[in-house]
């Protein structure tokens, strides 16, 4: 006999993991079927440093049917297109990782084994230079993509910076006029199940009990009901990601607003820049390992441009996750499932991406297991290999100027991601697993960008005339100069299109 539908949903946490499973799943399903209540309480903070995302958050916003000049003028939002990486393979080196793709492919081969073989002709423009996202940041300027596939403009992507705060309250308004019911206050007690391997209800420290046939984990680091009610452990990855602290800082702008993030690397982690319409945020993530609290809040400041705006927040972590993300009827989302430095703006994807997979998982009241291993067995997956992509930065470097670097440079890697890096470089081959994040134009730009030069390009390119390929690649960075120059500024068009609310 088939279980019943769950009737009840407890979030317990809010901030942008709370508020985006609360308004995801209130956007689904009806408040007269289903009661969604959270639990949150103003006297917790949140950590709200992830300011910067990747493209996969349109197709969030555009679920709960949200217009995008509305959201970011709610949220002081500003376009990103790429993130730029300073001095992360050498001192002096720059690039930056695009969104989108690089040149056109032809004839089925991927357009890189054009550029290297032009490069090993002698070419000398960098990868980027065949971005339109990359070129157009690297102008400051901003359109919106033409969905018109013959048109330069179709090969624009792009995400967002925006004030995580803000979003997490503008989510909040959302889901309530949904039916979602908040409820204020500090959890004192979390009450399991008969059975022990599920929570049964969490009792607010004023006495009142809040039951639910089904939990979210949206807590935080304290991971309050999967960590220290249910007892599930944690997959330490912190000897493949040292950093395990953060310094956050917001400042005032200096110059135009660029469309981009930016990560420079430190002697013992780095420092981002995220820009947003009143402020730019700015961190520092580094090693206690390799470096001492008040030298790092030291190196913040130095490379902070703009007046700051606050005193340093103080954020320690340890990369990796839950060993299970769903036990009993209970998720973790967010930083209660897990942590990965935000080097490539992946917080809230993870967030989505637990949201997502646990929507097209919807169970009935019984929760069968086959459901928590599919869907272990996905967040699993989608850690490690956001993971991979993570660790490549540090372990693709030549720097040898710090302890810290050195320790990067010669670590043991994860056999994934060495597989990868090894045939990049013997082959310039670059294949994409089980639906990763990271399609393969980042892999490239991020592998080229850190030094990892393939050894050859393609033989069927290399048979080309060396005169047809290098007409090709000078057109398409022409074309791509070219519509950048026609684009408004990314100032002028944040005002136009959305300029932040006053007050």
């Known amino acids: ?5 769950i009737r009840s949903i407890v979030i317990v946490g809010g901030g942008s993991a709370g508020w985006m499973t609360a ?35 349109i197709a969030f916003n555009q679920m709960l049917g949200v217009d995008e000049a509305e959201f970011m003028r709610a949220t002081d939002a500003t376009f990103k297109l790429g993130i730029e990486f300073v001095d992360w393979g050498r001192r002096g080196d720059r690039y ?105 209800a969490v009792v607010m420290a004023s006495g009142v009990q809040v039951e639910g046939e089904f939990f979210f984990d949206c807590t935080g680091f304290r991971a309050l009901l999967t960590a220290e009610t249910l007892g599930i452990g944690f997959v330490d990855w912190s000897a493949w990601l040292p950093c395990d602290s953060a310094l956050a800082m917001p400042s005032a702008h200096v110059g135009p607003l ?68 769903w036990r009993g009827n209970c998720i973790a989302i967010g930083l209660s499932a897990g942590f990965l430095e935000p080097l490539e703006s992946t917080s809230l994807y993870l967030i989505q991406e637990g949201i997502s997979r646990f929507i097209s998982l919807f169970p009935n009241g019984d929760f069968p297991d086959i459901l928590r291993t599919e869907y272990n067995r996905h967040m699993r997956k989608e850690f490690e290999q956001v993971r991979d992509f993570i660790v490549l ?20 890697i994860p056999d994934t991601l060495r597989h ?29 960008g850190q030094r990892i030069t393939p050894e050859r390009c393609d033989p069927i390119v290399a048979a080309l005339p060396a005169g047809d390929v290098a007409h090709s690649l ?30």
């Not at 790092?296 to 990796?320: C, D, M, T, W, Y």
């Not at 990868?420 to 393969?440: H, M, P, Q, S």
């Open 474 to 503: 000078r057109s398409m960075a022409s074309a791509m100069a070219d519509a950048a120059r026609r684009m408004p500024t990314h100032q002028d068009f944040l005002a136009r299109y959305c300029a932040a609310m006053t007050g």
């Open 258 to 325: 660029a469309p981009y993030t930016r990560s420079t690397a430190q002697p013992a982690g780095w420092q981002w820049r995220i820009p947003t319409q009143r402020r730019t945020g700015n961190g520092h993530i580094y090693s206690q390992s390799f470096m001492a609290d008040d030298e790092a809040e030291s190196i913040l400041h130095q490379g902070v441009e703009g007046e700051p705006l606050a005193n340093p927040r103080l954020i320690r972590f340890k990369a990796g996750h839950r060993q299970q993300f």
């Open 23 to 57: 308004a995801a799943l209130s956007s689904l399903v009806d408040e007269k079927d289903v009661t969604i209540t959270l639990v949150e309480s103003d006297a917790i903070g949140t950590v709200g440093v992830g300011e910067a995302t990747i493209p996969d958050i």
């Open 420 to 448: 990868k890096i090894e045939l990049f470089r013997e082959t310039g081959r670059v294949f994409r697993y089980d639906d990763e994040l990271f399609a393969r134009p980042s892999w490239v730009a991020v592998m080229l």
């Open 96 to 200: 930056i990782h695009p969104f989108g793709q690089h040149g056109v492919d032809m004839q089925g081969i991927d357009f890189h084994q054009y550029w290297l073989r032009l490069r090993a002709d002698g070419g000398t423009d960098p990868i980027e230079a065949y971005s339109l996202s990359a070129v157009t940041a690297r102008a400051n300027r901003f359109a919106l993509p033409d969905p018109n596939p013959r048109s330069v403009f179709s090969q624009l992507r792009y995400a967002y910076h925006f004030d995580a705060t803000l979003y997490a309250r503008f989510l909040r308004r959302y889901a309530e006029a949904r039916g979602v019911k908040r409820i204020e206050g500090v959890v004192g007690e979390v009450r399991r199940t008969e059975s022990g391997d599920g929570i049964a």
């Open 1 to 5: 006999m088939t279980a019943p539908p």
């Open 393 to 412: 930065h540090y372990a693709a470097t030549e720097r040898d100027d710090t302890p810290f670097w050195r320790y990067c440079r010669n670590m043991e």
